[in-house]
């Protein structure tokens, strides 16, 4: 589902941010060297996949100074309906996801929602890791276009 409106709140050295991106076509960023690009997309991921491409110590999602952090997206779906979904954790690791109003207890529900496939400079893993990290990839992409894959 296309994203019409995104919140960044308190993520990495965002402090707070709201972008209304295109949901028909393409979206451009550009920014200097050290300008929160990068943290914007990984935000995006976070939200559509529960953890980050880029750390997996949680604790350094949260900016500097700040006891959590929270992204809020509203999706507009097949029929142009907007759903808001919503994500939070604090620096104990307490982590809250909201889909239409709702509390999410599973990480797959929110997936469902906003399909992301990550190619970035370690994709060459593809190729060069074992199996096991390839069937990994490819059952990401098989759960996106077939639900009951989960």
């Not at 709140?9 to 295109?22: A, H």
């Not at 559509?48 to 509203?74: Q, Y």
């Not at 620096?91 to 109003?101: D, H, L, M, S």
Request: aromatic letters at 10%; hydrophobic letters at 35%; glycine letters at 6%.
């Amino acid at each position: 589902m296309p994203v019409s409106s995104l919140c960044i709140t308190d993520f990495r050295n965002l402090t707070k941010v709201e972008l209304s991106p295109c949901t028909i076509g393409i979206n451009v960023l550009y920014g200097k060297n050290g300008s929160g690009k990068t943290s914007l997309l990984e935000a995006i991921y976070y939200l559509g996949i529960g953890k980050s491409f880029r750390s997996s110590a949680m604790s350094r999602l949260i900016r500097h100074s700040s006891d959590k952090f929270s992204l809020f997206s509203r999706l507009v779906n097949d029929a142009d309906m907007q759903i808001p979904v919503g994500t939070e954790r604090d620096a104990q690791g307490k982590v809250k996801i909201r889909i239409a109003e709702k509390d999410v207890s599973t990480v797959s529900e929110l997936a469902s929602l906003l399909p992301i496939r990550l190619i970035n400079s370690q994709s060459h893993n593809l190729f060069e890791s074992g199996p096991n990290f390839r069937r990994q990839y490819l059952d990401w992409g098989l759960f996106y276009q077939e639900e009951s894959f989960l």
